[in-house]
């Protein structure tokens, strides 16, 4: 007896639905089982992780400050996934955006400018972040390369380069010899939305914007079709004559500007100032924040909104269990197996079959 | 002189990991599989290896900790890949983000410890021959074993029956499958094999190379041996070329700063990861009249009608 795998006639709709609930229960019951074999109460552990966030105000708006960047990242990405074209170096293109926007705030710091330099730095940021990742896609399109290698290696090159400018020509010169630009003139900030309390701040509104628009372009256009045709059937997709290439540009182009428009968000918002940890891993999270909404952006809002709980749940159990900070991307590296698992019983079925022996022609 | 043989003994040191895990990636590769969770193998393999090696002593034990940790994550992944069909790519990277997490959760209680790192080689007379003596005959067991590794490796595809099957399944899993081979089998064995590897190369770097364990340690090496095996084209000659030569390169960064020729210590440390792409570009380029052995079902699906 053994398993085998079995297509489907066709796709389980009630799965597509559940698949993600599904992993999310089965990731919850692993890491309940983690908890009590490190000696924790696995009930109190993940009333820590998951309800005492959502509990307070103060972590309702952290939450939402999170999840910012993850969503908009994460719908760049699932366009770039859908085309079958693998960008997962958007951890670089969010520095790069950061970088790309920092240079204006760095270069009119303390001077009287008007109101327009927000505005230009995120499209500063943007910008930056596009150019960044066209330059995977230019080597995939006219050499060949694989976009999965060069999109990765740029990542390290983006950290190195924001390390040498913050220890550099941008440092602060009053900063006490930190590696850390001058905070960021008002100006040159994103403002925060609810006076006096918490960090949520307008990135989230435009995270929102950039949901609905992927979820247009996705829907209701020619390019959107094109995305999904070309990553559902290659050949078909050809026949049609559209260009394979042309999706590879214009996808490495969409996500690097929504993560270069994160990563100055980021900067200009909730931190205030350029410093090398700006990002901690927000491009590799987004990764997982696209599959668990399924690569699509409604799915990707709440999946963000999740992630963001667990990295405030993390914080919170790290403080009040003792428990490493790391645990959270186990959970988040558990979570996005179970869905990859549970995303395949969507086509196929496992079915219990009686061995088949089948001879081996060893002279053919 | 004596600098050369410093130079020369540090580039061994820093190809040794890329060796080991690169070679394994190529057989994976071979068979058909596309593992992108080398990185996330080789630093569960860095932490289990670290942390066996210090509560044992040996490095031998620590070594095999790390061939099992490597080879614990390579099996999550083929359960996942080849039992459940999942995209190789997605699984991949999901590999290499569980290992960083666990490595972490794992290392956590050996941050700061540290161990007696492997001894190295040393024969009476041979290894005190003047300039190549120590290149030769003074390194520690895992240069030897990575370098009998991919002779035997050349060995087992070019020279060996099983490896003509191995490459028979990674060029045409349907074709393989209607001969009547298990092709989900042998996928799965090359790549538990390559983990056990990629968990040996992680375990070099606390073992050997830095005898403490930091998290996040291997930093990126994983994936410029995912490189390596492009750069390759998937022939294990051409893999040594280019781990001692990557391995060269990231040793001209310590060498450049130590002279202090002005140039920003950054742009040195990005040097192995400008070189990758540059160098994937050029080979990509060239594809085909270089000779390259890419495998034709690489990356693709593979569920068996019966």
Known sequence: MQLVLERRPERSAVIAVASPLIAVALTVVTFAILFAIMGKNPLYALWVYFIEPLTDPFSLQEMAVKATPLVMIAVGLALCYIANVWNIGAEGQFIAGAVCGSWLAVRTNGADVGYWVLPAMLLLGALGGALYALIPAICRVYFGASEILTSLMLVYVANLGMDYLVRGPWRDPAGLNFPTTAAFDPVASVPTLVEGVGRLHAGSIIALVAVMLVAVLLGRTIMGFEIRLVGAAPKAARFSGFSANRLVLFTFAVSG????????????????H?????????????????????LNPVGILIAGLFLALTFIGGEGAQISMKVPLDLTKVFQGILLFYVLACDSLIVYRIRLVRTVRKPVHAAA | MLLLEAIILSVIAASTPLLLAASAELVVERSGVLNLGVEGMM????????????????????????????????????ILTLGLAVNQVAAGLALT????????????GFVGARIVPAPDLYLPFLTDIPYIGRILFGEDAFVYFSVALVIAIWLFLYRSRAGLVLRAVGDNHASAHALGYPVLRIRMLAVLFGGACAGLGGAFLPLAYTP????????GRGWIALALVVFASWRPGRLVAGAYLFGAVSILQLHTQAFGLGIPSQLMSALPYLATVIVLVLISRTRGTAGSAAPASLGLVFVPDR
């Open chain 1, 257 to 272: 500007a929504l993560a270069g428009l994160a990563g100055i968000i980021e900067v200009a918002g909730p931190i205030g």
């Open chain 1, 274 to 294: 350029l410093d090398p940890g700006v990002s901690s891993g927000y491009g590799f999270t987004a990764i997982i924040v696209a599959f668990l909404g399924r």
């Open chain 2, 43 to 78: 630093i569960m393999g860095a932490a289990c290896g670290f942390g066996g090696a210090y509560m044992s002593g040996s490095t031998l034990v620590g070594a095999l900790c790390g061939i099992l940790g490597g080879a614990a994550m390579a099996a999550i992944f083929g």
């Open chain 2, 97 to 108: 983000i569980l290992g960083v997490g666990l490595s972490g959760l794992i290392g956590a």
């Open chain 2, 212 to 219: 403490f364990f930091i998290p996040g340690m291997t930093a």
